[in-house]
């Protein structure tokens, strides 16, 4: 067998990471998926909300495909900065080490002192509906979370939304259970204004008041459409759009909205963190301005922060503020690691599945056709238009970038440690099977 001239390490084999190991793979060049979990799904299987049978199921085939391709290792149950040190892995002599470890951590809720509540009356979307995700599965610990009315949410994205549809869903059902009526989550997915329709039921009636989602500016400035804002003509439609989408979730899953409001105070009782004092805003140039003397109090269980995710830093990996220093936008390289680079959600600090694909591509491309090919082909026009300027400066490194038989015998020998730790034996697709964890529609005896 023919050593290959160059090998890519890719931490991260969701949705960037993937991408990025098709695009190599469809040039020739093998790659090394390190992945933290035993399942390389990431958000498709922790963060895509599980009523999203058919896409979560679509994405995970697009993921399978392209990680059982025979130039692509998998290396499952294996973290940067837990079972690999960072800054060891740099030079274990890889031509190209791409990080794709996504989007997990929150941002924090930007009010002092606000995380001592943590567990206390404060909780963060990405570990709430990691626990709603699978607190259905045989053996999960479901108690970690106690769904309740009148939970309020900060936050104005798509997820936001998403912990809207969670709590109410939940609060729903169990009143309903109550009542002798047994609805499953699919159903009230589809509608619980419906489902309570056709019983002859409201809110009320329940005892329910809902959930309130609390956001910082207007109804129309929150951003759950990618339209485009370029023109007046386009932000207006958008601003539709979006105000369409708003009103769509509320009719069908009936929580409440409280636009203009951004959390200033915390409220408390002992250690726990029982409420928020909000502030009310005004929209002026783009910009949410607080309106002095318009605060007002808020009580409420418990609070889910959902403004926004951002990558988790790992040691040994320089960063810069809430995300990792790049020293190029073209390329992301990380600072002080000529050939180290950053993809998809863990540059762009979201968890949109189709955005992170696309730059996940974009970023792989960049790189692939400017530092790990001889110059035997002709990148695309619009690749070549993000990267001549880099090319012009780091020609002399493409060719630093081919490894020796050597080198590449070594890392194999690593790889096949790390493998055999996590009791993996080289088959992707039986591994994936043996660990895809319980579906609730398949208990529960539901088709999709």
Same mark, same amino acid.
């Given at each position: 067998?023919?050593?290959?001239?160059?090998?890519?390490? &890719?931490?991260?084999?969701?949705?960037?990471?993937?991408?990025?190991?098709?695009?190599?793979?469809?040039?020739?060049?093998?790659?090394?998926?390190?992945?933290? %979990?035993?399942?390389?799904? $990431?958000?498709?299987? !922790?963060?895509?909300?599980?009523?999203?049978?058919?896409?979560?199921?679509?994405?995970?085939?697009?993921?399978?495909?392209?990680?059982?391709?025979?130039?692509?290792?998998?290396?499952?149950?294996?973290?940067?900065?837990?079972?690999?040190?960072?800054?060891?892995?740099? %030079?274990?002599?890889?031509?190209?080490?791409?990080?794709?470890?996504?989007?997990?951590?929150?941002?924090?809720?930007?009010?002092?002192?606000?995380?001592?509540?943590?567990?206390?009356?404060?909780?963060? *979307?990405?570990?709430?509906?990691?626990?709603?995700?699978?607190?259905?599965?045989?053996?999960?610990?479901?108690?970690?979370?106690?769904?309740?009315?009148?939970?309020?949410? &900060?936050?104005?994205?798509?997820?936001?939304?998403?912990?809207?549809?969670?709590?109410?869903?939940?609060?729903?059902?169990?009143?309903? *259970? *109550?009542?002798?009526?047994?609805?499953?989550?699919?159903?009230?997915?589809?509608?619980?204004?419906?489902?309570?329709? $056709?019983?002859?039921?409201?809110?009320? !009636?329940?005892?329910?008041?809902?959930?309130?989602?609390?956001?910082?500016?207007?109804?129309? !400035?929150?951003?759950?459409?990618?339209?485009?804002?370029?023109?007046?003509? *386009?932000?207006?439609?958008?601003?539709?759009?979006?105000?369409?989408?708003?009103?769509?979730?509320?009719?069908?899953?009936?929580?409440?909205?409280?636009?203009?409001?951004?959390?200033?105070?915390?409220?408390?009782?002992?250690?726990?963190?029982?409420?928020?004092?909000?502030?009310?805003?005004? &929209?002026? %140039?783009?910009?949410? @301005?607080?309106?002095?003397?318009?605060?007002?109090?808020?009580?409420?269980?418990?609070?889910?922060?959902?403004? #926004?995710? /951002?990558?988790?830093?790992?040691?040994? @990996?320089?960063?810069?503020?809430?995300?990792?220093?790049?020293?190029?936008?073209?390329?992301?390289?990380?600072?002080?690691?000529?050939?180290?680079?950053?993809?998809? %959600?863990?540059?762009? #600090?979201?968890?949109?599945?189709?955005?992170?694909?696309?730059?996940?591509?974009? @970023?792989?491309?960049?790189?692939?056709?400017?530092?790990?090919?001889?110059?035997?082909?002709?990148?695309?026009?619009?690749?070549?238009?993000? /990267?001549?300027?880099?090319?012009?400066?780091?020609?002399?490194?493409?060719?630093?970038?081919?490894?020796?038989?050597?080198?590449?015998?070594?890392?194999?020998?690593?790889?096949?440690?790390?493998?055999?730790?996590?009791?993996?034996?080289?088959?992707?697709?039986?591994?994936?099977?043996?660990?895809?964890?319980?579906?609730?529609?398949?208990?529960?005896? @539901?088709?999709?």
């Amino acid at each position: 067998m023919t050593t290959p001239k160059y090998l890519v390490a &890719i931490f991260g084999g969701a949705v960037s990471g993937s991408e990025a190991a098709a695009q190599l793979a469809a040039r020739g060049i093998p790659s090394v998926v390190f992945e933290q %979990n035993a399942l390389p799904f $990431g958000k498709i299987e !922790d963060g895509l909300p599980k009523w999203h049978v058919k896409l979560r199921d679509k994405e995970i085939n697009k993921i399978n495909e392209k990680l059982s391709h025979p130039l692509v290792t998998y290396v499952p149950c294996t973290a940067l900065g837990r079972e690999v040190d960072f800054v060891d892995v740099s %030079n274990w002599g890889f031509s190209a080490v791409l990080l794709a470890t996504g989007a997990w951590r929150d941002r924090p809720l930007p009010i002092e002192g606000i995380d001592q509540y943590l567990g206390k009356g404060l909780v963060y *979307q990405n570990p709430f509906i990691y626990w709603f995700n699978h607190m259905h599965e045989p053996g999960f610990d479901n108690t970690e979370y106690e769904i309740k009315d009148e939970v309020a949410i &900060i936050g104005g994205g798509l997820a936001s939304l998403d912990v809207a549809k969670v709590l109410m869903f939940e609060t729903v059902k169990e009143a309903l *259970q *109550q009542r002798s009526h047994d609805v499953d989550l699919f159903t009230l997915d589809r509608s619980i204004a419906k489902v309570l329709d $056709g019983l002859n039921l409201t809110l009320d !009636d329940l005892g329910i008041k809902g959930c309130t989602l609390f956001y910082r500016r207007r109804a129309k !400035d929150m951003p759950l459409s990618p339209l485009p804002t370029d023109t007046p003509e *386009q932000l207006e439609k958008a601003q539709g759009v979006r105000e369409k989408i708003l009103n769509n979730y509320q009719s069908k899953y009936l929580f409440n909205f409280e636009p203009n409001h951004v959390p200033v105070q915390v409220m408390t009782e002992g250690d726990r963190l029982t409420g928020l004092v909000f502030r009310r805003t005004r &929209i002026e %140039n783009g910009r949410a @301005i607080e309106i002095e003397g318009s605060d007002r109090e808020v009580k409420f269980p418990y609070v889910v922060s959902s403004i #926004g995710s /951002i990558p988790e830093l790992i040691p040994g @990996i320089p960063s810069k503020g809430q995300t990792y220093q790049i020293d190029d936008e073209v390329f992301c390289r990380i600072h002080g690691f000529p050939t180290v680079y950053a993809l998809g %959600n863990a540059v762009t #600090g979201r968890g949109n599945i189709k955005e992170s694909a696309a730059h996940g591509k974009m @970023i792989a491309e960049n790189i692939i056709e400017g530092f790990l090919t001889d110059n035997e082909g002709e990148p695309n026009q619009d690749v070549r238009s993000r /990267i001549e300027e880099a090319i012009s400066t780091l020609s002399k490194e493409i060719k630093d970038f081919k490894i020796s038989s050597e080198t590449y015998q070594s890392i194999l020998s690593r790889i096949n440690k790390l493998q055999q730790k996590a009791g993996y034996d080289g088959n992707y697709l039986k591994w994936v099977t043996d660990h895809m964890p319980a579906r609730l529609e398949k208990l529960l005896g @539901i088709e999709h």
